[in-house]
Protein backbone atom coordinates (compact mmCIF):
# COMPACT_ATOMS: atom_id res chain seq x y z
CA UNK A 1 0.00 0.00 0.00
CA UNK A 2 1.33 3.28 -1.01
CA UNK A 3 0.20 6.81 0.23
CA UNK A 4 -0.62 10.27 -1.28
CA UNK A 5 -1.76 13.43 -0.25
CA UNK A 6 -3.65 13.61 -3.87
CA UNK A 7 -4.42 10.54 -6.55
CA UNK A 8 -5.65 11.33 -9.63
CA UNK A 9 -7.48 8.98 -11.50
CA UNK A 10 -6.86 9.54 -15.48
CA UNK A 11 -3.98 10.94 -16.94
CA UNK A 12 -5.75 13.07 -19.32
CA UNK A 13 -5.66 16.74 -19.96
CA UNK A 14 -7.31 17.38 -16.98
CA UNK A 15 -5.33 14.77 -14.99
CA UNK A 16 -2.35 15.36 -15.86
CA UNK A 17 -2.83 19.07 -15.43
CA UNK A 18 -4.09 19.05 -11.77
CA UNK A 19 -1.54 16.44 -10.64
CA UNK A 20 1.56 19.02 -12.13
CA UNK A 21 -0.45 21.51 -10.22
CA UNK A 22 -0.97 19.58 -6.95
CA UNK A 23 2.91 19.24 -7.52
CA UNK A 24 3.56 23.07 -7.84
CA UNK A 25 1.41 23.44 -4.61
CA UNK A 26 3.47 20.99 -2.19
CA UNK A 27 1.19 18.16 -2.71
CA UNK A 28 2.67 13.93 -2.98
CA UNK A 29 0.63 13.45 -5.98
CA UNK A 30 -0.06 10.00 -7.79
CA UNK A 31 -1.77 9.59 -11.10
CA UNK A 32 -3.11 6.19 -12.14
CA UNK A 33 -3.39 5.55 -15.96
CA UNK A 34 -4.54 2.34 -17.81
CA UNK A 35 -3.09 3.39 -21.42
CA UNK A 36 0.38 3.25 -21.93
CA UNK A 37 0.88 6.60 -23.42
CA UNK A 38 -0.25 9.54 -21.19
CA UNK A 39 -2.49 11.92 -22.44
CA UNK A 40 -5.72 10.45 -22.39
CA UNK A 41 -8.28 10.77 -25.13
CA UNK A 42 -7.22 13.98 -26.40
CA UNK A 43 -3.38 13.20 -27.48
CA UNK A 44 -3.67 9.48 -28.09
CA UNK A 45 -7.14 9.49 -30.17
CA UNK A 46 -8.42 12.74 -30.24
CA UNK A 47 -7.79 16.49 -30.64
CA UNK A 48 -4.38 15.68 -30.92
CA UNK A 49 -3.94 12.99 -34.18
CA UNK A 50 -7.10 14.62 -35.70
CA UNK A 51 -5.63 18.03 -35.91
CA UNK A 52 -2.29 16.40 -37.26
CA UNK A 53 -4.55 14.85 -40.37
CA UNK A 54 -6.28 18.02 -41.00
CA UNK A 55 -3.42 19.80 -41.52
CA UNK A 56 -1.41 17.30 -43.42
CA UNK A 57 -4.92 16.74 -45.54
CA UNK A 58 -5.15 20.82 -45.88
CA UNK A 59 -1.96 20.75 -47.51
CA UNK A 60 -1.88 18.16 -49.94
CA UNK A 61 -5.46 19.87 -51.28
CA UNK A 62 -4.04 23.34 -51.35
CA UNK A 63 -1.34 21.81 -53.20
CA UNK A 64 -3.49 20.00 -55.44
CA UNK A 65 -6.17 22.79 -56.20
CA UNK A 66 -4.88 26.31 -54.73
CA UNK A 67 -1.30 26.88 -55.36
CA UNK A 68 -1.70 27.78 -58.99
CA UNK A 69 -3.11 31.49 -58.10
CA UNK A 70 0.27 32.02 -56.37
CA UNK A 71 1.80 31.05 -58.98
CA UNK A 72 3.11 28.06 -58.24
CA UNK A 73 2.46 25.29 -60.77
CA UNK A 74 3.12 21.77 -59.64
CA UNK A 75 2.33 18.47 -61.20
CA UNK A 76 2.35 14.90 -60.47
CA UNK A 77 0.83 15.27 -57.01
CA UNK A 78 0.58 12.22 -54.86
CA UNK A 79 -0.58 11.15 -51.77
CA UNK A 80 1.67 8.77 -49.59
CA UNK A 81 -0.95 7.98 -47.05
CA UNK A 82 1.64 5.81 -44.96
CA UNK A 83 3.84 8.95 -44.53
CA UNK A 84 0.98 10.71 -43.94
CA UNK A 85 0.00 8.53 -41.17
CA UNK A 86 3.64 8.13 -39.31
CA UNK A 87 3.51 11.77 -39.16
CA UNK A 88 0.34 11.72 -36.78
CA UNK A 89 1.83 9.12 -35.08
CA UNK A 90 5.43 10.96 -34.49
CA UNK A 91 3.20 14.23 -32.59
CA UNK A 92 1.10 11.54 -30.63
CA UNK A 93 4.62 10.24 -29.42
CA UNK A 94 6.56 13.41 -28.97
CA UNK A 95 3.69 15.23 -27.22
CA UNK A 96 3.18 12.03 -24.73
CA UNK A 97 6.88 11.58 -23.75
CA UNK A 98 6.77 15.34 -23.23
CA UNK A 99 3.57 14.41 -20.61
CA UNK A 100 5.87 11.91 -19.17
CA UNK A 101 8.84 14.53 -18.36
CA UNK A 102 7.04 16.85 -17.25
CA UNK A 103 5.17 14.43 -14.50
CA UNK A 104 8.92 12.97 -13.80
CA UNK A 105 10.16 16.61 -13.40
CA UNK A 106 7.40 17.75 -11.29
CA UNK A 107 7.60 13.84 -9.09
CA UNK A 108 4.83 12.74 -9.60
CA UNK A 109 4.31 9.30 -9.19
CA UNK A 110 2.29 7.58 -11.98
CA UNK A 111 0.67 3.95 -11.40
CA UNK A 112 -0.03 1.98 -14.69
CA UNK A 113 -3.55 0.75 -14.73
CA UNK A 114 -6.97 0.87 -14.34
CA UNK A 115 -8.23 2.90 -11.42
CA UNK A 116 -11.17 2.70 -9.30
CA UNK A 117 -12.44 3.76 -5.77
CA UNK A 118 -12.30 1.04 -3.01
CA UNK A 119 -13.95 3.24 -0.03
CA UNK A 120 -13.43 6.21 1.33
CA UNK A 121 -9.67 7.17 0.93
CA UNK A 122 -8.91 4.61 -1.05
CA UNK A 123 -7.44 3.78 -5.25
CA UNK A 124 -7.12 0.19 -6.10
CA UNK A 125 -5.27 0.21 -9.22
CA UNK A 126 -5.50 -2.81 -11.16
CA UNK A 127 -2.58 -3.92 -13.71
CA UNK A 128 -3.11 -5.46 -16.94
CA UNK A 129 -2.13 -8.96 -15.55
CA UNK A 130 -4.14 -8.26 -12.89
CA UNK A 131 -2.11 -7.67 -9.83
CA UNK A 132 -3.41 -4.96 -7.41
CA UNK A 133 -2.17 -2.13 -6.02
CA UNK A 134 -3.75 -0.16 -3.25
CA UNK A 135 -3.25 3.60 -2.61
CA UNK A 136 -4.35 5.50 0.65
CA UNK A 137 -4.84 9.57 -0.01
CA UNK A 138 -7.37 11.97 1.77
CA UNK A 139 -7.99 13.30 -1.16
CA UNK A 140 -9.01 11.63 -4.90
CA UNK A 141 -9.36 13.33 -8.03
CA UNK A 142 -11.48 11.81 -10.65
CA UNK A 143 -10.44 12.88 -14.49
CA UNK A 144 -11.72 9.69 -15.87
CA UNK A 145 -12.88 11.52 -19.49
CA UNK A 146 -15.24 9.80 -21.21
CA UNK A 147 -16.31 7.83 -24.20
CA UNK A 148 -17.90 8.02 -27.45
CA UNK A 149 -21.44 7.28 -28.00
CA UNK A 150 -22.74 5.15 -30.24
CA UNK A 151 -26.20 5.05 -31.72
CA UNK A 152 -28.66 1.94 -31.36
CA UNK A 153 -28.67 -0.66 -34.63
CA UNK A 154 -24.90 0.93 -35.21
CA UNK A 155 -23.04 -2.51 -35.02
CA UNK A 156 -19.15 -0.91 -34.45
CA UNK A 157 -16.79 -3.47 -34.66
CA UNK A 158 -13.26 -1.75 -34.62
CA UNK A 159 -13.00 -1.64 -38.53
CA UNK A 160 -15.44 -1.34 -41.53
CA UNK A 161 -17.70 0.57 -39.11
CA UNK A 162 -15.89 2.50 -36.41
CA UNK A 163 -15.66 5.45 -33.95
CA UNK A 164 -13.24 8.43 -34.38
CA UNK A 165 -10.31 6.32 -32.88
CA UNK A 166 -10.80 4.18 -36.45
CA UNK A 167 -11.20 7.08 -38.56
CA UNK A 168 -7.87 8.48 -37.34
CA UNK A 169 -6.02 5.24 -38.77
CA UNK A 170 -7.54 4.06 -42.21
CA UNK A 171 -4.48 2.18 -43.69
CA UNK A 172 -6.09 3.16 -46.90
CA UNK A 173 -8.36 5.92 -48.66
CA UNK A 174 -12.06 4.99 -48.51
CA UNK A 175 -14.10 5.38 -51.64
CA UNK A 176 -16.83 6.23 -49.77
CA UNK A 177 -17.29 7.05 -46.38
CA UNK A 178 -20.69 7.85 -44.50
CA UNK A 179 -20.40 9.57 -41.07
CA UNK A 180 -23.11 9.54 -38.49
CA UNK A 181 -23.54 12.84 -36.86
CA UNK A 182 -22.72 16.85 -37.94
CA UNK A 183 -21.07 17.92 -35.14
CA UNK A 184 -17.42 18.21 -34.66
CA UNK A 185 -15.86 15.22 -34.92
CA UNK A 186 -18.00 13.81 -37.92
CA UNK A 187 -17.09 17.33 -39.83
CA UNK A 188 -13.56 17.38 -38.78
CA UNK A 189 -12.47 13.66 -39.83
CA UNK A 190 -15.38 13.96 -42.66
CA UNK A 191 -12.98 16.59 -44.09
CA UNK A 192 -9.35 14.98 -43.91
CA UNK A 193 -10.84 12.24 -46.03
CA UNK A 194 -12.82 14.53 -48.71
CA UNK A 195 -9.67 16.01 -48.89
CA UNK A 196 -7.63 12.61 -49.52
CA UNK A 197 -10.29 11.47 -51.88
CA UNK A 198 -13.16 9.99 -50.63
CA UNK A 199 -16.63 10.55 -51.13
CA UNK A 200 -17.99 11.88 -47.78
CA UNK A 201 -21.70 11.39 -46.82
CA UNK A 202 -22.47 12.87 -43.68
CA UNK A 203 -26.15 12.24 -42.00
CA UNK A 204 -27.18 14.35 -39.29
CA UNK A 205 -30.20 13.74 -37.84
CA UNK A 206 -31.06 17.15 -37.09
CA UNK A 207 -32.32 20.13 -39.67
CA UNK A 208 -28.91 22.17 -39.04
CA UNK A 209 -25.15 20.92 -38.23
CA UNK A 210 -23.37 22.23 -35.25
CA UNK A 211 -25.79 22.15 -32.62
CA UNK A 212 -24.60 24.59 -29.91
CA UNK A 213 -22.64 27.13 -32.62
CA UNK A 214 -24.40 30.47 -33.56
CA UNK A 215 -27.18 29.33 -36.20
CA UNK A 216 -25.66 31.94 -38.45
CA UNK A 217 -22.32 30.68 -38.12
CA UNK A 218 -22.98 27.26 -38.57
CA UNK A 219 -25.27 28.35 -41.79
CA UNK A 220 -22.71 29.61 -43.50
CA UNK A 221 -20.68 26.49 -42.70
CA UNK A 222 -23.12 24.53 -43.96
CA UNK A 223 -22.75 26.27 -47.19
CA UNK A 224 -18.89 26.35 -47.81
CA UNK A 225 -18.53 22.25 -46.40
CA UNK A 226 -21.17 21.99 -49.23
CA UNK A 227 -19.17 23.65 -51.78
CA UNK A 228 -16.14 22.36 -50.54
CA UNK A 229 -17.83 18.83 -51.62
CA UNK A 230 -18.99 17.16 -48.53
CA UNK A 231 -22.45 15.59 -49.12
CA UNK A 232 -24.29 16.53 -46.05
CA UNK A 233 -28.13 15.47 -45.56
CA UNK A 234 -30.32 17.09 -43.00
CA UNK A 235 -33.25 15.60 -40.77
CA UNK A 236 -31.58 12.04 -41.11
CA UNK A 237 -32.62 9.42 -38.39
CA UNK A 238 -29.97 6.52 -38.61
CA UNK A 239 -31.34 2.75 -37.51
CA UNK A 240 -28.85 0.82 -38.24
CA UNK A 241 -25.21 0.74 -39.83
CA UNK A 242 -23.28 -2.59 -40.22
CA UNK A 243 -20.34 -4.27 -42.13
CA UNK A 244 -21.46 -6.53 -44.85
CA UNK A 245 -18.24 -8.45 -46.48
CA UNK A 246 -15.98 -5.91 -47.49
CA UNK A 247 -18.28 -2.73 -47.07
CA UNK A 248 -20.95 -1.30 -45.16
CA UNK A 249 -24.68 -0.64 -45.12
CA UNK A 250 -26.64 2.43 -43.60
CA UNK A 251 -30.32 2.08 -43.25
CA UNK A 252 -31.88 5.44 -42.98
CA UNK A 253 -35.70 5.92 -42.50
CA UNK A 254 -37.46 6.59 -44.97
CA UNK A 255 -34.61 6.43 -47.56
CA UNK A 256 -32.89 3.75 -49.59
CA UNK A 257 -30.22 1.92 -48.02
CA UNK A 258 -26.56 3.45 -48.63
CA UNK A 259 -23.51 1.42 -49.43
CA UNK A 260 -20.26 2.35 -48.25
CA UNK A 261 -16.72 1.31 -47.73
CA UNK A 262 -16.62 2.26 -44.14
CA UNK A 263 -18.77 4.09 -41.51
CA UNK A 264 -17.43 6.76 -38.86
CA UNK A 265 -20.44 6.94 -35.78
CA UNK A 266 -19.82 10.50 -34.52
CA UNK A 267 -22.90 10.87 -32.42
CA UNK A 268 -21.20 12.62 -29.51
CA UNK A 269 -19.27 11.48 -26.07
CA UNK A 270 -20.66 9.87 -22.50
CA UNK A 271 -18.83 10.43 -19.25
CA UNK A 272 -16.48 6.98 -18.62
CA UNK A 273 -18.20 6.94 -15.16
CA UNK A 274 -18.97 3.46 -15.09
CA UNK A 275 -17.04 0.72 -12.87
CA UNK A 276 -14.80 3.22 -11.13
CA UNK A 277 -16.41 2.49 -7.88
CA UNK A 278 -18.54 5.56 -6.92
CA UNK A 279 -21.33 3.23 -5.06
CA UNK A 280 -18.15 2.68 -2.70
CA UNK A 281 -18.37 6.01 -1.29
CA UNK A 282 -21.72 7.15 -1.95
CA UNK A 283 -21.51 9.03 -5.45
CA UNK A 284 -24.70 8.93 -7.73
CA UNK A 285 -24.25 10.01 -10.99
CA UNK A 286 -27.26 11.48 -12.98
CA UNK A 287 -29.18 10.66 -16.42
CA UNK A 288 -26.19 10.96 -18.17
CA UNK A 289 -23.63 9.34 -15.93
CA UNK A 290 -22.48 12.88 -15.14
CA UNK A 291 -21.09 13.12 -11.72
CA UNK A 292 -22.31 16.44 -9.68
CA UNK A 293 -19.69 18.71 -8.09
CA UNK A 294 -20.33 22.07 -5.91
CA UNK A 295 -18.52 25.35 -7.38
CA UNK A 296 -15.09 23.74 -5.48
CA UNK A 297 -15.40 20.53 -7.88
CA UNK A 298 -16.55 18.46 -4.87
CA UNK A 299 -18.28 15.29 -5.38
CA UNK A 300 -21.31 14.04 -2.82
CA UNK A 301 -18.07 11.85 -0.67
CA UNK A 302 -15.80 14.17 1.25
CA UNK A 303 -12.12 13.98 0.11
CA UNK A 304 -13.33 13.01 -3.59
CA UNK A 305 -13.26 15.81 -6.39
CA UNK A 306 -14.03 15.61 -9.56
CA UNK A 307 -13.35 17.07 -13.47
CA UNK A 308 -13.50 17.06 -17.14
CA UNK A 309 -15.69 15.36 -19.18
CA UNK A 310 -17.18 13.36 -16.28
CA UNK A 311 -18.99 16.34 -14.69
CA UNK A 312 -21.13 19.14 -16.21
CA UNK A 313 -20.22 21.41 -18.74
CA UNK A 314 -18.25 22.20 -22.56
CA UNK A 315 -16.44 18.82 -22.79
CA UNK A 316 -13.26 19.92 -24.05
CA UNK A 317 -9.56 19.48 -23.41
CA UNK A 318 -9.02 22.97 -22.27
CA UNK A 319 -11.84 23.19 -19.82
CA UNK A 320 -10.55 19.59 -18.03
CA UNK A 321 -7.34 21.59 -17.74
CA UNK A 322 -9.00 24.75 -16.18
CA UNK A 323 -10.83 22.85 -14.03
CA UNK A 324 -7.77 20.77 -12.75
CA UNK A 325 -6.33 24.00 -11.95
CA UNK A 326 -8.89 25.54 -10.26
CA UNK A 327 -9.87 22.13 -7.92
CA UNK A 328 -6.50 21.75 -7.04
CA UNK A 329 -6.12 25.24 -5.77
CA UNK A 330 -8.97 25.13 -4.13
CA UNK A 331 -8.49 21.82 -2.23
CA UNK A 332 -4.75 23.81 -1.09
CA UNK A 333 -6.77 26.84 -0.22
CA UNK A 334 -6.17 28.80 -3.20
CA UNK A 335 -8.97 30.83 -5.75
CA UNK A 336 -11.29 28.27 -7.42
CA UNK A 337 -13.45 29.15 -10.06
CA UNK A 338 -13.81 28.42 -13.52
CA UNK A 339 -16.70 30.34 -16.41
CA UNK A 340 -17.50 27.80 -18.36
CA UNK A 341 -19.58 31.03 -20.14
CA UNK A 342 -16.03 31.59 -21.55
CA UNK A 343 -14.84 28.78 -22.78
CA UNK A 344 -14.04 29.08 -26.29
CA UNK A 345 -14.90 25.97 -28.68
CA UNK A 346 -13.02 25.50 -31.93
CA UNK A 347 -14.17 23.26 -35.07
CA UNK A 348 -10.95 22.71 -36.85
CA UNK A 349 -12.43 22.06 -40.55
CA UNK A 350 -11.34 24.70 -43.24
CA UNK A 351 -12.37 27.40 -42.95
CA UNK A 352 -12.06 27.46 -39.08
CA UNK A 353 -14.55 27.77 -36.54
CA UNK A 354 -15.02 29.42 -33.19
CA UNK A 355 -16.74 30.59 -30.68
CA UNK A 356 -16.51 32.13 -27.14
CA UNK A 357 -19.79 33.37 -25.08
CA UNK A 358 -23.75 33.56 -25.74
CA UNK A 359 -24.86 32.59 -29.36
CA UNK A 360 -27.66 34.92 -30.48
CA UNK A 361 -30.24 32.33 -30.06
CA UNK A 362 -29.47 31.72 -26.61
CA UNK A 363 -29.23 35.96 -26.00
CA UNK A 364 -33.11 35.46 -28.19
CA UNK A 365 -34.16 33.10 -25.66
CA UNK A 366 -33.30 34.94 -22.81
CA UNK A 367 -34.67 37.80 -23.68
CA UNK A 368 -31.74 39.87 -23.88
CA UNK A 369 -31.69 42.53 -25.91
CA UNK A 370 -28.16 43.07 -27.79
CA UNK A 371 -26.52 44.60 -31.04
CA UNK A 372 -25.30 42.56 -33.55
CA UNK A 373 -22.03 43.54 -35.37
CA UNK A 374 -20.64 41.37 -38.71
CA UNK A 375 -17.29 42.19 -40.41
CA UNK A 376 -16.54 39.57 -43.69
CA UNK A 377 -13.29 38.42 -43.81
CA UNK A 378 -13.50 39.67 -47.76
CA UNK A 379 -12.93 43.22 -46.80
CA UNK A 380 -9.78 42.30 -44.93
CA UNK A 381 -6.55 42.59 -46.25
CA UNK A 382 -4.88 40.30 -44.92
CA UNK A 383 -7.24 37.61 -45.66
CA UNK A 384 -7.12 38.69 -49.34
CA UNK A 385 -3.22 38.37 -49.71
CA UNK A 386 -3.73 35.16 -47.87
CA UNK A 387 -6.19 34.46 -50.49
CA UNK A 388 -8.71 32.70 -47.52
CA UNK A 389 -11.86 35.20 -47.57
CA UNK A 390 -14.79 32.87 -46.77
CA UNK A 391 -16.41 33.88 -43.68
CA UNK A 392 -16.97 36.58 -40.97
CA UNK A 393 -16.81 37.62 -37.59
CA UNK A 394 -19.70 38.05 -35.63
CA UNK A 395 -19.74 40.81 -32.25
CA UNK A 396 -23.01 40.29 -29.67
CA UNK A 397 -23.07 43.03 -27.46
CA UNK A 398 -25.38 44.26 -24.53
CA UNK A 399 -27.77 46.41 -26.22
CA UNK A 400 -27.73 49.00 -22.94
CA UNK A 401 -23.89 48.63 -21.40
CA UNK A 402 -22.49 47.34 -24.69
CA UNK A 403 -20.61 44.59 -22.47
CA UNK A 404 -19.27 41.92 -25.29
CA UNK A 405 -21.69 38.61 -24.69
CA UNK A 406 -20.52 36.77 -27.69
CA UNK A 407 -18.20 35.95 -30.49
CA UNK A 408 -18.21 33.74 -33.22
CA UNK A 409 -15.93 33.40 -35.83
CA UNK A 410 -16.04 31.31 -39.53
CA UNK A 411 -13.01 32.19 -41.48
CA UNK A 412 -8.48 32.01 -41.36
CA UNK A 413 -7.16 31.22 -37.85
CA UNK A 414 -10.24 31.43 -36.22
CA UNK A 415 -9.01 29.49 -33.53
CA UNK A 416 -6.78 32.00 -32.60
CA UNK A 417 -8.38 34.97 -33.53
CA UNK A 418 -11.09 33.84 -30.77
CA UNK A 419 -8.69 34.02 -27.55
CA UNK A 420 -8.24 37.68 -27.81
CA UNK A 421 -12.34 37.80 -27.36
CA UNK A 422 -11.95 35.71 -24.73
CA UNK A 423 -9.47 37.84 -23.37
CA UNK A 424 -11.44 40.67 -23.53
CA UNK A 425 -14.87 39.45 -21.96
CA UNK A 426 -12.97 37.49 -18.92
CA UNK A 427 -11.93 41.35 -18.09
CA UNK A 428 -15.77 43.05 -18.90
CA UNK A 429 -14.81 44.55 -22.23
CA UNK A 430 -17.69 46.35 -24.39
CA UNK A 431 -17.63 46.55 -27.99
CA UNK A 432 -16.11 49.86 -27.74
CA UNK A 433 -13.50 48.81 -25.70
CA UNK A 434 -12.05 46.18 -28.83
CA UNK A 435 -13.10 48.92 -30.99
CA UNK A 436 -10.96 51.07 -30.09
CA UNK A 437 -7.85 48.91 -29.16
CA UNK A 438 -4.83 49.39 -32.10
CA UNK A 439 -4.72 46.47 -34.40
CA UNK A 440 -2.36 45.81 -36.87
CA UNK A 441 -2.10 45.98 -40.02
CA UNK A 442 -2.67 44.07 -42.04
CA UNK A 443 -3.59 40.83 -39.96
CA UNK A 444 -6.71 38.98 -39.67
CA UNK A 445 -7.51 40.14 -36.40
CA UNK A 446 -8.52 43.69 -37.72
CA UNK A 447 -11.69 41.81 -38.50
CA UNK A 448 -12.73 41.28 -34.91
CA UNK A 449 -11.67 45.34 -34.33
CA UNK A 450 -13.91 45.89 -37.25
CA UNK A 451 -16.74 43.81 -35.95
CA UNK A 452 -16.98 45.85 -32.89
CA UNK A 453 -17.23 48.61 -34.17
CA UNK A 454 -20.04 47.08 -36.55
CA UNK A 455 -21.93 47.01 -33.16
CA UNK A 456 -22.69 50.97 -33.57
CA UNK A 457 -22.61 50.52 -37.36
CA UNK A 458 -19.05 52.07 -37.58
CA UNK A 459 -16.95 49.63 -39.06
CA UNK A 460 -14.48 51.53 -41.59
CA UNK A 461 -14.04 49.09 -44.51
CA UNK A 462 -17.55 47.24 -45.13
Known sequence: ??????????????????????????????????????GGTCLRVGCIPSKALLESSQKFEETRH??????????????????????????????????????????????????????????????????????????????????????????VDGDRVGTSTEALSFETVPRHLVVIGGGYIGLELGSVWRRLGSQVTVLEYADRILMGIDAE???????????????????????????????????????????????????????????????????????????????????????????GDCVPGPMLAHKAEEDGVAAVDGMTGGWCHVDYDLVPAVVFTHPEIAAVGKTQEQLEAAGVAFRKGLFPFRANGRARTIAETSGMVKVLADATTDRVLGVHIIGPDAGNLVAEAAAAMAFGATAEDIARVCHAHPTLTEALKEAAMAVHGQAIHA
Open 1 to 38: MQTHDLVVIGGGPGGYVAAIRASQRGLSVAVVEAEERL
Open 66 to 155: SLAQHGILASSIELDLAVMMKRKADVVSTLAKGVEALLKKNKVTRYRGFGRIAGPGCVAVVSADGEVTELRSERILLAVGSTSVVLPGVA
Open 217 to 307: IAGQALELFRKEGLDIRLGQRVTSAKATGAGCVVEVEGSDPIACDRVLAATGRRPATEGIGLETVGITTDSRGFVPVDDQFRTQAPGVWAI
